[in-house]
């Protein structure tokens, strides 16, 4: 599963958690060392997250590199 989340740059997950919702996240990397920090994700409802998911991950994404660049990890 992880070389799965490092190639497609995301981690996607529906229903584990709770019937009916599901989730995406992506990772926030150190500046200083280039390891995984932290992760930001967006949570929602199953249908409408799988229905958007390609149109949701790079603004994701967008918004955890802007996160990194500013608090400077």
């Known amino acids: 599963e992880f070389d799965k989340i490092r190639k497609e740059g995301f981690s996607y997950e529906n229903g584990e958690l ?15 060392d280039n390891h ?9 409802m199953s249908v409408t997250i799988a229905r958007r998911k390609k149109e949701i991950y790079p603004k994701l994404a967008e918004v955890a590199r802007r996160l990194q660049q500013t608090i400077d990890f």
């Not at 009916?20 to 500046?31: K, Q, R």
């Not at 995984?36 to 929602?44: K, Q, V, Y």
């Open 18 to 32: 709770f019937e009916g919702v599901a989730a995406i996240s992506v990772p926030i990397y150190s500046s200083q």
């Open 36 to 44: 995984l920090f932290a992760t930001l994700s967006l949570t929602g």
